[in-house]
Structures are given as structure tokens and as C-alpha cells.
């Protein structure tokens, strides 16, 4: 049972540059999740998706932007990266809207 | 909205002594909560939840947390501390009516051998 999968482990960017943030999950969950962690902050919401089609703003959304085509795949885009994106994302996903989240090992991302 | 704070950022312990994780929290509605465990270079592992059911949560790997309305708190502890128990643990809330998580900053534990 390979649960949410996220694709790279690790990547490092040129300022200015694009990427997609690969996450999938084989659980049918409803609920996706995409959250930066960096030293001492704990998570940050970014983006969530309640359903297939439709997605919206968590708490630091700026610079980022996701899309919902499949219950399975919640992407996450950086268009012009920036050194204060630097950091540890990753993607969850849960059943209903309060239960617990099932989390990815995460992509390390290093912008420079 | 809801809001989690942790009172530790680390705690020092030694192997076989317990384990006390400080956790408080303010939300608008009935809360759930829970305590997350990540290992290094892993994903967040959920160690227990409280959904106002009984109010001492039991969890995996001996971890039990207590929800106090009154003090707003939902501390975690465990009676003897193991090796594996180094990791960062997080207590998270979120309000009945919103599904967006909150995050507290985190807690380090260390186990001295």
C-alpha cells in the first residue's frame, strides 16, 4: 500500500526557474493537502482541495499555484522560484475534513 | 480560527525516564486534536487524536495525551522514554466547522542513553 507519494526526494533550483511538485495518493481521499515546514515554524497550509476541481488558499499561498484534475493528483507549481522557497514541502491527504492526515516523505527543495 | 502553542521547543530526557510534551491551545468550536511524530527525513506520523470522546487518548507506541477544556491544554506524555523516541513531535487543532489544520512550531526530544 504505497499511500501519498511524492516525486522528487530532492531538487535544487536556479532563482527564476519552474517546477512541479509530483503528489499522489491511492487512498481515494477527498482531502488534499500541500504544506511547507521550515526550522521552527512548524507547517504552513499552502494550498488545499476538498475535491477534484476544486482548490484554494491556506495560509501562504504566494508564489504557488495547484491543480485538482484527479481525485489522485494534487501538483504543486513554482513558476519563478525564489530563495524564501526554500524548504521542506509536503503533501497530505485524509478522508473527511477532521480526520488525521496521511503525509508524504517530502521533497526538499533548495532555491539558490 | 485556531491556534496551538508548544510550550518546549526541546526536551532532554534520559532512557526509561518519562516524557512530558507541553501543548496548549485556543479554538472557537469543539476542537480536534492531535500529536504528530516525525522521524528524521520521514513524513508526519500520527501518534493519537482526540475527537471529544474520552478525554485520556491513548496512542501508539505507549504515548497518551490528556484534553483539559478548563487549562485549554492537551499534553503528551509517555512513562518510560525510548531511544526511538527521538523525533520532533507536533500538536495540532483543528475547529469542528474547518478543516485547515494548525500546526504548533514543534518539539524536539532527545533520549540520552
Known amino acids: 500500500n504505497a499511500g501519498v507519494t511524492q516525486t522528487p526526494k530532492f531538487r535544487i533550483l536556479k532563482i527564476g526557474q519552474s517546477m512541479t511538485l509530483q503528489c499522489t495518493q491511492d487512498?481515494?481521499?477527498?482531502?488534499m493537502y500541500w504544506y511547507r515546514q521550515d526550522p521552527g515554524m512548524g507547517l504552513k497550509l499552502i494550498y488545499y482541495?476538498?475535491?477534484?476541481?476544486?482548490?484554494d488558499k491556506g495560509e501562504v499561498p504566494n508564489g504557488y499555484n495547484v491543480s485538482r484534475s484527479t481525485t489522485e493528483d494534487f501538483p504543486l507549481r513554482l513558476e519563478l522560484a525564489a530563495p524564501s522557497q526554500t524548504s521542506v514541502y509536503f503533501c497530505?491527504?485524509?478522508?473527511?475534513?477532521?480526520?488525521?492526515?496521511?503525509f508524504g516523505n517530502g521533497t526538499r527543495l533548495t532555491v539558490t | 480560527a485556531q491556534s496551538v502553542t508548544q510550550l518546549d521547543s526541546h526536551v532532554s530526557v534520559s532512557e526509561g525516564t518519562p516524557v512530558l510534551l507541553r501543548c496548549n491551545y485556543s479554538?472557537?468550536?469543539?476542537?480536534?486534536l492531535f500529536w504528530y511524530v516525525q522521524h528524521p527525513n520521514k513524513g508526519l506520523q500520527l501518534l493519537l487524536k482526540?475527537?471529544?470522546?474520552?478525554?485520556l487518548v491513548k496512542g501508539i507506541n505507549g504515548f497518551e495525551a490528556e484534553f483539559k477544556k478548563s487549562e485549554t491544554s492537551f499534553h503528551l506524555t509517555k512513562p518510560s522514554a525510548h531511544m526511538s523516541d527521538a523525533a520532533e513531535y507536533f500538536c495540532?487543532?483543528?475547529?469542528?466547522?474547518?478543516?485547515?489544520?494548525?500546526f504548533g512550531a514543534g518539539t524536539t526530544v532527545t533520549v540520552r542513553a
Open positions: 497530505a491527504s485524509s478522508n473527511l475534513g477532521n480526520s488525521p492526515l496521511h
Open positions: 487512498m481515494n481521499h477527498n482531502y
Open positions: 482541495s476538498v475535491g477534484a476541481g476544486i482548490t
Open positions: 479554538s472557537s468550536y469543539s476542537p480536534s
Open positions: 482526540y475527537t471529544s470522546a474520552a478525554t
Open positions: 495540532v487543532v483543528s475547529d469542528s466547522n474547518d478543516y485547515k489544520l494548525s
